[in-house]
């Protein structure tokens, strides 16, 4: 994510807000056509609300909100395969 940042960071505010858009849209468009049709849907729509957010609060706040959910079911899945051991 690091790199991304570096290479839009050298493009003028507009340009970067432009690219920014277009490239998360079409991410997030994917993921949502890979909800229903074979494909890494969920993982497309978490890679476009990630470039979203770099321009974006609610796209920053619904990120957050989905790391924390996903922090969450790591965590129970951790406890409940020490609890088989």
């Known amino acids: 994510?690091?790199?991304i940042k570096k290479v839009l960071s050298k493009l003028p505010s507009p340009v970067r807000w432009v690219?920014?858009?277009?490239?998360?849209?079409?991410l997030l468009i994917l993921g949502l056509i890979m909800m229903v049709t074979p494909g890494p849907g969920l993982l497309f729509i978490f890679f476009g609300l990630t470039i979203l957010a770099l321009?974006?609060?609610w796209a920053r706040e619904v990120n957050?909100?989905?790391m924390q959910g996903l922090e969450r079911i790591?965590?129970?899945l951790k406890s409940f395969f020490k609890r088989k051991k």
């Open 74 to 76: 790591v965590a129970k």
């Open 19 to 26: 690219v920014t858009m277009i490239i998360g849209a079409i």
């Open 64 to 66: 957050k909100q989905g």
């Open 55 to 57: 321009e974006l609060e």
């Open 1 to 3: 994510m690091e790199w």
